[in-house]
């Protein structure tokens, strides 16, 4: 089945304490991306990869780090978790960069203490 | 301003009516004009979109466009209680670029 997999969808952590999300597809699209969902601001686009060794800055970029070393993965680091970072975090993948036709991982919901 | 404003609804209506969701958009560069499905729990998904100004039709749904007036619009026939979820407009720039709206949340009740 295709689909996008994001690890873990629920976690609780503590200011500070790195952690990592990670992202996989199965599609071999080349363009991944993340984003973040907050009520009333909608979903807004932190880092993006056009393909392998290849990111780029989105809107919302503070805080957090990615990677694309295989095509398949793209995982989303916060180095120092902040309160303000708790939020749905969702990757998604497309088959290109210009296709407009996103698909999404389930999300993964994180609370910063 | 933001770039597309949404209307959050909710918006609650009785099965079989017809809805209307609207969005209004700021830059005129925009050409591409997507909606996406969002359920309860789950990451969204491409439902239709449109190119340029005019309308397209896909089963019960239409969406459409005016430039002229930078307003997008997402109509539901016969509207069905599976309809239920959040409607996300989002208009394309470039590179996959989408800028969302924050999303209306429909409820459609049997």
């Known amino acids: 089945e295709a689909q996008v997999t994001q690890n873990p969808r629920y976690l609780i952590t503590v200011t500070g304490k790195k952690l990592t999300v990670t992202c996989s597809q199965n599609m071999n699209h080349e363009y991944m991306s993340w984003y973040r969902q907050d009520p009333g601001l909608g979903l807004r686009q932190i880092y993006y990869s056009m393909n392998v060794e290849v990111t780029d800055k989105g809107d919302v970029p503070e805080g957090y780090k990615v990677s694309r070393k295989e095509k398949r993965n793209f995982p989303l680091i916060l180095e120092s978790p902040s309160p303000n970072q708790t939020s749905l975090y969702f990757c998604?993948?497309?088959?290109?960069?210009?296709?407009?036709?996103?698909?999404f991982g389930e999300g993964s919901r994180l609370t910063v203490l | 301003q933001k770039e597309v404003e949404q209307d959050p609804g909710p918006l609650s209506v009785p099965e079989g009516a017809i809805v209307s969701l609207n969005c209004t958009y700021s830059?005129?560069?925009?050409?591409?004009f997507m909606w996406y499905r969002q359920y309860s729990r789950k990451g969204p998904e491409l439902l239709m979109y449109?190119?340029?100004?005019g309308n397209k039709e896909d089963g019960r749904f239409t969406a459409q466009v005016d430039k002229s007036s930078k307003y997008i619009s997402l109509f539901i026939r016969d509207s069905q209680p599976s309809d239920s979820a959040t409607y996300l407009c989002a208009p394309k720039g470039g590179y996959n670029k989408l800028i969302f709206g924050a999303g209306t949340r429909l409820a459609v009740h049997p």
């Open positions: 998604a993948s497309s088959l290109g960069p210009n296709t407009g036709e996103l698909f």
């Open positions: 830059n005129s560069a925009f050409q591409y």
């Open positions: 449109t190119y340029s100004s």
